[in-house]
């Protein structure tokens, strides 16, 4: 099963050494539960977690305290929630969505039912995944007290109710699952624009912004449509929004190694990546002893476990940088198997193993959680 799969179970079951309640504040130091009221007075919270499980849902990760980045201002009083920071993160994952819907939007039934690299799933099965993930996440935004019954049927089936929601998609005609996703993606756009300042929505995880919940969302489609990318044999250009998936990335270093079970280092790390169009992707301290190098859309195609390490331009100095990179994810879930070396994602004419960097266009840098810098999706 590779990590790809394993991320459609996206209510999982983390085992560790250790309490529940434990690892779930190491996580989150300093989230609050969903409120009480949202699912019926249970509440999210560690005390509620099943034993030796903690539960998670293509949430934004809890920021490490190793991994800064860039500020930035809160809203004056009385502004609009939706910033120019905000707005930009939103019209980033409408063009997302857009060049995956170009993939998808013209092919006939052989099409939508080719295998993906997910196993057992076709370009259906991603596109029904997405069409459900923005659904749910509409009805946390617009109803949270119905998200709270559908928190409450993920908790009761939670290594497969996201698998069901794919499967219920990918058997309908393409046309109407195409229609469905656009519809859907719509209606969470113009939720998430419509939001008060200061907004948070109750999720799998911690609480969201309209920031977090968009670039969560991002993340999620740009995996999948390399998925689907890869299954139809093209080859996509990237863009300036991996800046949002970089960060992720980063900010989730710590979430990589203690979901294996790992004490994560006590340092920072220096991170620096070069964004397709010569810009620096930079993050942690200019002195820091240990660094990761190399290319951002490199970086993305690791962390989010769509390439081997061995095909990618991204290089580690020191031993505890060289663990992450074997062991790095961005996404909520269990530790994935990761794909074979020479996988699809990772063609030569894509990102090469050693030095170079695709020939394509995009910048780095960008909002990956919230304005004030909050978590990572």
């Known amino acids: 099963m590779t990590p790809s799969r394993e991320t459609k179970a996206v209510l999982i079951r983390v085992r560790i050494s250790g309490s529940p309640r434990s690892f779930v504040r190491r996580l989150h130091p300093v989230r609050r539960p969903v409120p009480a009221k949202v699912i019926g007075g249970a509440g999210i919270s560690p005390e509620n977690f099943p034993s030796t499980r903690a539960c998670f849902f293509l949430c934004p990760l809890p920021c490490s305290p190793h991994t800064p980045s860039q500020r930035h ?9 939706v910033s120019e920071v905000v707005r930009a993160v ?67 089936a939670p290594e497969t109710f996201a698998d069901q ?22 209606r969470l756009q113009e939720a998430l624009r419509a939001a008060p300042e200061g907004a ?7 609480p969201m912004s ?3 919940m968009a670039t ?59 964004s397709p169009d010569g810009e620096l992707l930079t993050y942690g301290p200019e002195d820091a002893a240990q660094r990761v190098t190399g290319d951002a859309y490199a970086f993305c195609l690791l962390v989010t476990q769509r390439a081997h390490r061995s095909d990618l331009d991204v290089r580690a100095e020191g031993p505890d940088a060289d663990r992450w990179l074997d062991i790095a994810q961005a996404f909520a879930g269990p530790p994935g198997k990761g794909r074979a070396p020479g996988g699809a994602a990772a063609s030569e004419e894509g990102v090469p193993s050693g030095e170079g960097q695709p020939s394509s266009e995009g910048q780095p840098s960008g909002e990956a959680a919230a304005p004030e810098g909050g978590g990572a999706a």
Not at 165 to 186: F, I, K, N, Q, V
């Open 90 to 156: 939103l019209d980033d994952l409408a063009e997302e969505s857009g060049e995956l819907d170009a993939l998808v939007g013209e092919l006939g039934e052989g099409g939508w039912a080719r295998g993906t690299p997910a196993e057992g799933w076709s370009v259906a099965h991603q596109i029904a995944h997405l069409a459900w993930t923005d659904r749910v996440a509409l009805m946390a935004v617009t109803d949270p007290e119905a998200f709270g019954a559908e928190l409450e049927k993920a908790l009761a």
């Open 73 to 81: 201002r809160h809203p004056a009083r009385g502004v609009r929630a």
């Open 165 to 186: 929601g794919a499967e219920e998609g990918a058997r309908s005609a393409p046309a109407e699952l195409l229609a469905g996703w656009r519809a859907g993606r719509e």
């Open 216 to 274: 969560g969302r991002l993340m999620e489609t740009w995996a999948h449509g390399q998925d689907v990318a890869d299954a139809l044999g093209v080859l996509r250009v990237p863009t300036a929004r991996l800046r949002h998936v970089v960060r992720i990335g980063v900010r989730a270093r710590d979430y990589s190694f203690m979901v294996r079970g790992i004490e994560p280092p006590g340092e920072a790390f220096r991170v620096e990546l070069r």
């Open 200 to 206: 948070r929505f109750p999720w799998y995880g911690p």
């Open 210 to 212: 309209v920031a977090s």
